[in-house]
């Protein structure tokens, strides 16, 4: 009588496994987020390159540069780990049932599409920014 019991348990557990998996996954997998303090005045061409990438659109006028740059603005390490773990925990609680909602709503969790524009000194270095798109 013990043997069906163990074996349901085992099979419980293994379809638990499978069917949590597409939201925690999701959730882990989305953007980083930005460290949006480079763009402050004064801050330097090559780490505004670092953190937000190559820009998509240079050109010079007068002598000075002007960038444009277009990233995804995404969710902190804590955001992430703790939505992830929340959909995990809900697709124990009901069995894989959760993935139903928790799927489509991480779907829409994709970050925040931005593109800021760049003007820099002389040096190179960070004289005026303006945000483009929020």
């Known amino acids: 009588m013990k043997l069906p019991v163990i074996i349901l ?6 379809a638990i496994s499978l069917l949590s998996g597409c939201s925690v996954f999701m959730a ?5 987020k930005k460290d949006l303090t480079v763009l402050n ?6 780490v505004i390159i ?3 990438g190559s820009p998509v659109h240079t050109e010079t006028k007068d002598g000075l540069r002007m ?3 277009n990233f995804v603005q995404g969710y902190s390490k804590g955001a992430k780990a703790g939505r992830a773990v929340f959909h995990g925990a809900a697709d124990v609680l009901t069995l894989g049932l959760w ?24 040096s190179d270095r960070v004289r005026e920014v303006v945000t ?3």
């Not at 348990?9 to 293994?14: E, F, K, P, R, S």
């Not at 882990?28 to 980083?32: D, F, G, H, L, T």
């Not at 925040?112 to 524009?117: A, C, F, K």
């Open 50 to 52: 670092a953190e937000l």
């Open 28 to 32: 882990a997998k989305q953007p980083p």
């Open 132 to 134: 483009i798109k929020k």
């Open 99 to 122: 993935e139903v909602v928790g799927t489509p709503t991480e779907g829409t969790f994709d970050g925040n599409r931005m593109s800021v524009e760049v003007r820099y000194d002389a």
């Open 67 to 69: 960038d444009i740059y």
């Open 41 to 46: 005045v004064g801050t330097p061409r090559n």
């Open 9 to 14: 348990t085992c099979l419980m557990a293994t």
